[in-house]
Nanobody, 129 residues
């Protein structure tokens, strides 16, 4: 049984920073491509970015490039999302997700929620103006 548990969400002001964590239990963490997604009220779930198994490659969607950074610590079975210069439009529930079927991280597919096999329960991030 694979479980993903996010933490670190909260209420911050525009311009602030926040770091989310996602700890994975169950199977070998280093075999997963890990992704972060978010879902704002009334909107579809969207990709934020993803990181390769070894952590050497990351991809981001344009709206967060230069502000968000994904990293991972395979020894701790944890993936992180560092969010800087937060904006009110970043307000959403943030989810981490694990993909163990793909042979690796691909720029063409990292945004696709269907590629991910396991999901966390989400953590709320609220950015006030």
């Amino acid at each position: 049984q694979v479980q993903l548990v996010e933490s670190g969400g909260g209420l911050v002001q525009a311009g602030d920073s926040l770091k989310l964590s996602c700890t994975v239990s169950g199977r070998t963490f280093s075999s997963y491509v890990m992704g972060w997604f978010r879902q704002a009220p009334g909107k579809e779930r969207e990709s934020v970015g993803a990181i390769s198994r070894g952590g050497g490659t990351t991809y981001y969607v344009d709206s967060v490039k230069g502000r968000f950074t994904i990293s991972r610590d395979n020894a701790k079975k944890t993936v992180y999302l560092q969010m800087n210069s937060l904006k009110p439009e970043d307000t959403a529930v943030y989810y981490c997700a694990a993909d163990f079927r793909s042979p690796g991280l691909r720029v063409a597919t990292f945004r696709l929620a269907a590629k991910y096999d396991y999901w966390g329960q989400g953590t709320q991030v609220t950015v006030s103006s």
